[in-house]
């Protein structure tokens, strides 16, 4: 369960969860097996500061989406502000054998024509930059090297580490992240087994393109992991709720 000892407050689910973004709402799926979980979730806690917690509950597993703004904290002395930057958390907890599970975070379909979008991921980090004459938006999160390094970090199932070699071969692979049409990413995950759960980040950042260009504040800004968002979450201070925190 994310951030459990957090208070938060039951409300009623109203439509997707999703992220504004200067190009369109940016909105997440999640895949198991070969049925997609419905838009609405079963259930929305509100946190402190406005943050939501989504919550869908199957017989063969949870999942839950934390969406969440985020201070990078980038140095103002070497680093460009940002226009804006929100994240999200997603969590599968399995219950059961699930085969394959897909979980994805995209832009509309359509940009505006001004718009160019492209791959901008780096070691570690899977991303995407669209770009107009005014506005670079970056969206971030693990690729697959991550993904393995976070199984050592208790983000991930612990049997994932010894998948780093695929990494690196993706021939014989089933598993990844894939850009698709650069508006967007979808994370592909190995099987997970009852018992185990599995984070991943998303993070949105976006700048003035012209500020963007001279320091890449955007990329750097989607950097972080599952564990870094859920801290800065935990660490605000405790506003009252008006009800008890999610069994």
């Known amino acids: 369960m994310l951030l459990p000892a957090v208070p938060r407050t039951r409300l009623r689910p109203v439509g997707q969860p999703a992220v504004d973004t200067p190009f369109g709402p940016l909105t997440f799926g999640t895949t198991i097996g070969d049925a997609g979980l419905p838009l609405l979730p079963d259930e929305l806690f509100e946190l402190p500061g406005g943050r939501t917690v989504a919550r869908w509950v199957r017989p063969a597993a949870h999942v839950e989406l934390l969406l969440t703004p985020y201070d990078p904290d980038l140095d103002p002395g070497h680093w460009e502000p940002l226009t804006g930057c929100r994240a999200a958390v997603w969590r599968?907890?399995?219950?059961?054998?699930?085969?394959?599970?897909?979980?994805?975070?995209?832009?509309?379909?359509?940009?505006?024509?001004?718009?160019?979008?492209?791959?901008?991921?780096?070691?570690?980090?899977?991303?995407?930059?669209?770009?107009?004459?005014?506005?670079?938006?970056?969206?971030?999160?693990?690729?697959?090297?991550?993904?393995?390094?976070?199984?050592?970090?208790?983000?991930?199932?612990?049997?994932?580490?010894?998948?780093?070699?695929?990494?690196?071969?993706?021939?014989?692979?089933t598993w990844g992240v894939d850009f698709g049409d650069h508006h967007g990413m979808s994370w592909t995950l190995p099987p997970p087994e009852p018992g185990d759960h599995c984070e991943l980040p998303v993070v949105a950042a976006w700048a003035p393109a012209e500020a963007a260009e001279r320091c890449a504040n955007t990329w750097y800004a989607v950097m972080p992991s599952s564990k870094t968002l859920l801290a800065q979450v935990a660490a605000l201070p405790a506003q009252r709720a008006d009800a008890p925190a999610a069994d």
């Open 92 to 173: 599968i907890d399995a219950l059961a054998p699930l085969g394959r599970v897909k979980f994805s975070a995209g832009l509309p379909a359509r940009l505006p024509e001004d718009a160019d979008a492209g791959w901008d991921g780096g070691q570690a980090l899977a991303a995407i930059t669209v770009e107009d004459g005014t506005t670079r938006l970056t969206v971030g999160g693990d690729d697959e090297e991550a993904i393995c390094c976070a199984a050592f970090e208790g983000e991930a199932p612990r049997q994932w580490t010894a998948l780093r070699g695929e990494v690196y071969d993706r021939s014989f692979s």
